[in-house]
């Protein structure tokens, strides 16, 4: 066989699974080719680092993703002086190389990240596009395939953890919320090897979890705590076991609301 047949029957690389719940794909692949900014929200689990993936790999492009944090700083970004063989060395960080790369960099959680870190992005969110680096006096130009995504929860943001309105009016902004159920079922089912008829109830307690959300929960039941419970149920979990472990516990750790959330499982699914 020829290299020209065999690069034909090559298989294409899968994308990792994402099931889209309104027109988010086409919306932020028009971003990426009009060199725009996006910001995602929405609640934990809901899928928005599982959506980057996916779009980045759609596009082909390189993928720097970035856990943000209370202690994360702009140096943690862009990069920093390291000592190797003893030699001082430049060494990029995810934001740098990104840009050089011209990648796609997700900030997950950016309320996260000390203020400095905004600071920074705002010259790559605007019509500039450039990454200052004061540390070795260079201006880096992003190229056109370079991408900045952030995302946050507004459900924990606080006066002292939210962004500002100069930093949100630099992105385009897509709303993420739970799917369907319907379309719940096939992605927790597809996740976890549970048949569908048995992962219906699974979706149907956390629909009525997340209802609770704002009196006695902080947050509700994201659909990777569903797959996670499923995933124990597959594997031979007893199911009260499982949703124990899978989508009480991780909620709350009051004695009074776990009771409660205990009750209203045995009610659905006995």
């Known amino acids: 066989m020829n290299a020209a047949l065999l ?3 090559k ?3 899968q994308l990792p699974a994402y099931v889209a719940s309104g027109n988010e794909c086409t919306l932020f692949e028009h971003a990426w080719r009009n060199q725009l900014p ?3 929200k929405g609640p934990t689990g809901c899928g928005k680092t599982r959506f980057v993936a996916h779009m980045a790999a759609r ?3 390189p993928l720097h993703t970035v856990a943000c944090h209370d202690d994360l700083t702009a140096a943690d970004l862009t990069g920093r002086y390291l000592l190797r063989g003893g030699d001082t060395v430049w060494t990029d960080g995810p934001l740098t190389r990104a840009v050089r790369e011209g990648g796609i960099c997700y900030l997950d959680e950016v309320v996260e990240a000390r203020k400095d870190v905004t600071v920074v992005l705002h010259p790559l969110t605007d019509d500039r596009r450039i990454l200052p680096l004061e540390r070795t006096g260079e201006e ?3 190229p056109k395939s370079f991408m900045l995504v952030v995302s946050y929860n507004p459900g924990y943001q606080t006066l002292l953890k939210a962004l500002k309105p100069s930093t949100r009016q630099r992105f385009v902004a897509v709303e993420f919320g739970f799917l369907p159920s319907e379309q719940e079922i096939a992605v927790v089912s597809a996740e976890s090897g549970l048949p569908p008829e048995r992962v219906r ?4 307690l956390a629909g009525r979890l997340r209802a609770l959300r704002g009196h006695d929960l902080e947050e509700g039941v994201s659909t990777r705590l ?4 499923a995933t124990l149920i597959a594997a031979g979990t007893p199911i009260a076991d499982a949703v124990l472990a899978g989508m009480i516990e991780p909620l709350t750790d009051d004695a009074d609301v ?4 205990l009750d209203v499982a045995r009610a659905m699914i006995g």
């Open 59 to 61: 596009l082909g492009l």
């Open 7 to 9: 690069a034909v029957a």
């Open 38 to 40: 996006v910001l995602l």
């Open 140 to 142: 880096l130009a992003a």
């Open 226 to 229: 569903v797959v996670y419970c």
């Open 201 to 204: 109830p699974l979706v149907g």
């Open 11 to 13: 298989p294409e690389p």
């Open 258 to 261: 776990k009771a409660a959330l």
